[in-house]
């Protein structure tokens, strides 16, 4: 005898009583059931294997380091490895699976129902003459008590059909909102990397050398203190001395702090274990970065933004969306049409037919929704005013943002130039004051303060290599440009990196410098350019070499409409070993005044090849500023033109 089969005999037999009360009996028991839930806090034990758990998923088929890591295997490791780009492809992959879930939608109904229901005594009625009015006073049943029904019901509604297939539509669109929002994590992971890679180099390559330093500082101190208590020197030069090392102490540990971090950054972004040590190889990146040109066309770079930020493409699909919400809320107004087929069974033995067939169509129409059509049409042209405003804002945001990037890539690559020069000149004179030392705790002091302002000189060169890389990837970044591949060969981390260091490349000869579409270089002439007095200097020779390094062109005579470029020098008078030397560069066309600029430095007297080395910074400096006017100048002179 079956559990259900007990159950209703036992109900059959039941008084009605008991039957009545049996609901109620029913409740209180869920009731109590309710009541007895109380909160459970997770246990230490559970939350230690969720951490151990987490940590093995983390780095799990991680492919291990096996050599120096270039600034593209770490692009390749931070896209296979992060989470932040896995979160991204699952949740388009989870876009997909509801666009699927979504097509199923738009068929028909098919609902299969099976029911059972049994009562405790016979369901019997009496009758009415609906002619005479003479009730029958027998009672008669068509139902069985116990009986069991089956159906089958395909249900079709051609209003259901309509908005279910707008909603694919919407969700097809959501797929490629995904899409989108994968690129630009792409993007944010490829500007983050590079930057961190950088920083990272940076301190691999300096902080050695500067905590060798950092130590020597520490040693001066507490043999300069130790001279002034043995009088060994003048209290005042002693304390000016501890002042200066103090001074060079408070420069290197501030730069340790910026530079300290770093690896553990790039660590996170790529995927390794905290602590773990790297060694980082910038191959021919230096070299690379040192031949980046300026951005000839900037209209050209606002025109890739505006076609390629994902941002902007969400909002095109974010319209289309709106769109299609409309189309659905319309649909809302229109008659609604059902069709039914069904197969049914019922075990009833009073039936005639206990199995029947049954067709069906249904037509309505909620009459009151045609009120709210003025509102809703409305609410439509609202939301697309909406949608064109807010895309219309964030083009204007997305055009500032490659302005910005790029006149930071231009002050970057003009630091980093200078930088360079400072580092060599810096260096050399740490040379020659490394020859001209006399054994005596003086000269050492003095050479051991030449050195760590070589040692800062230096690191400041690498800081600036690395913000013009960073400057390199917020202008790849504002203008959306694409480091991923359409097919990216994940499967081993060095195939990948093959794969996105040709896609860096492409980057650079295509989307980013527009040479090819620039127009002609501008023209200037040089005029009186004036050498410091006892330099042996060509200031003139040197800033004609430079200015065709910066994209301007030395004309000869030129004509009246061609900037001249003139200069005026001083030199200050020896103070301490040390003269103050500025050049003043004019720049003119006719008798107006363009741009005045001026470069100021100081030279040591008994370091033979500063002259040199300050005349080719000048000449770098003067060319790379000059050259950016004439451009701004040609451009504006181009718009007037236009309008």
Same mark, same amino acid.
């Given at each position: 005898m079956t559990f259900l089969t007990r159950v209703t005999r036992t109900l059959r037999n039941a008084p009605p009583a008991t039957l009545r009360r049996l609901p109620m009996a029913i409740l209180l028991g869920a009731a109590l059931s309710a009541c007895s839930v109380l909160p459970e806090p997770i246990d230490a034990e559970t939350r230690n294997a969720r951490a151990r758990n987490d940590v093995e998923t983390l780095f799990k088929d991680v492919e291990p380091v096996t050599g120096e890591v270039t600034l593209h295997e770490a692009f390749a490791r931070a896209l296979k490895y992060n989470y932040d780009y896995r979160l991204r492809s699952m949740e388009q992959s989870m876009a997909s699976s509801q666009l699927d879930l979504a097509k199923y939608d738009m068929l028909p109904r098919?609902?299969?129902?099976?029911?059972?229901?049994?009562? #405790?005594?016979? =369901?019997?009625? /009496?009758?009415?003459?609906?002619?005479?009015?003479?009730?029958?006073?027998?009672?008669?049943?068509?139902q069985e008590?116990?009986?069991?029904?089956?159906?089958?019901?395909? =249900?079709?509604?051609?209003?259901?059909?309509?908005?279910?297939?707008?909603?694919?539509?919407?969700?097809?669109?959501?797929?490629?909102?995904?899409?989108?929002?994968?690129?630009?994590?792409?993007?944010?992971? #490829?500007?983050?990397?590079?930057?961190?890679?950088?920083r990272a180099y940076v301190a691999q390559q300096t902080l050695p050398r500067m905590d060798e330093l950092l130590n020597r500082v520490k040693e001066a101190l507490l043999r300069s203190e130790r001279m002034e208590t043995e009088r060994m020197l003048p209290p005042l030069q002693a304390l000016a001395y501890q002042r200066a090392m103090l001074d060079l102490h408070q420069q290197i540990v501030a730069r340790r702090q910026e530079l300290i971090l770093a690896k553990s950054e790039l660590n996170a972004l790529i995927n390794l274990r905290p602590g773990s040590v790297v060694t980082l190889s910038a191959g021919q990146e230096e070299q690379e970065t040192s031949k980046l040109q300026p951005f000839d066309d900037l209209n050209a770079l606002d025109q890739a933004a505006l076609n390629n930020r994902p941002e902007l493409r969400e909002e095109d699909y974010r319209k289309k969306i709106s769109v299609l919400e409309a189309r659905k809320a319309l649909l809302a107004f229109l008659p609604g049409i059902e069709l039914n087929l069904s197969s049914n069974r019922d075990s009833n033995k009073f039936l005639l037919n206990n199995t029947w067939g049954e067709a069906g169509s249904t037509v309505s129409l909620n009459l009151m929704r045609a009120f709210a059509y003025p509102a809703t049409k409305r609410a439509q042209e609202s939301q697309a005013q909406l949608d064109d405003t807010r895309r219309v804002a964030l083009t204007m945001a997305v055009l500032t943002q490659v302005r910005i990037a790029t006149q930071r890539f231009q002050e970057a690559r003009a630091d980093y130039f200078i930088s360079s020069q400072a580092a060599k000149v810096d260096a050399r004179i740490e040379q020659h004051t490394l020859s001209a030392t006399k054994a005596s705790a003086e000269s050492e002091m003095e050479l051991l303060r030449t050195e760590v302002r070589a040692a800062l000189s230096e690191m400041q060169r690498y800081v600036a290599l690395a913000n013009l890389q960073s400057a390199y990837a917020r202008v790849a970044n504002s203008v959306g440009a694409d480091l991923l591949p359409e097919q990216p060969q994940s499967a081993s981390v060095s195939a990948f990196t093959a794969q996105l260091a040709t896609a860096d490349q492409d980057?650079?000869?295509?989307?980013?410098?527009?040479?090819?579409?620039?127009?002609?270089?501008?023209?200037?002439?040089?005029?009186?350019?004036?050498?410091?007095?006892?330099?042996?200097?060509?200031?003139?020779?040197?800033?004609?070499? /430079?200015?065709?390094?910066?994209?301007?062109?030395?004309?000869?005579?030129?004509?009246?409409?061609?900037?001249?470029? #003139?200069?005026?020098?001083?030199?200050?008078?020896?103070?301490a070993g040390m003269r103050s030397v500025e050049v003043t560069w004019l720049v003119k066309r006719g008798d107006v005044v363009l741009a005045t600029i001026a470069y100021r430095s100081a030279i040591p007297d008994s370091v033979a090849s500063a002259w040199p080395v300050f005349g080719q910074a000048a000449a770098e400096s003067a060319a790379a500023k000059i050259s950016s006017l004439l451009r701004s100048d040609a451009a504006s002179s181009r718009r007037q033109v236009s309008n």
């Open positions: 098919l609902t299969v129902a099976a029911g059972y229901s049994s009562r #405790s005594n016979d =369901a019997g009625s /009496r009758s009415v003459d609906l002619t005479t009015g003479v009730e029958s006073n027998l009672f008669s049943g068509a008590r116990t009986r069991n029904t089956q159906n089958a019901v395909l =249900a079709w509604n051609v209003l259901d059909f309509g908005v279910s297939y707008v909603r694919a539509q919407q969700q097809a669109v959501q797929v490629m909102i995904a899409e989108e929002r994968k690129r630009k994590v792409v993007q944010n992971i #490829s500007q983050d990397v590079r930057q961190a890679f950088w980057w650079r000869k295509t989307s980013f410098h527009t040479a090819d579409n620039a127009p002609p270089a501008p023209q200037v002439s040089l005029g009186a350019i004036a050498s410091p007095a006892g330099s042996g200097l060509d200031l003139a020779s040197l800033l004609r070499a /430079r200015l065709p390094e910066h994209g301007a062109v030395v004309a000869g005579a030129g004509s009246e409409l061609t900037p001249v470029v #003139s200069a005026t020098a001083s030199v200050g008078q020896p103070s």
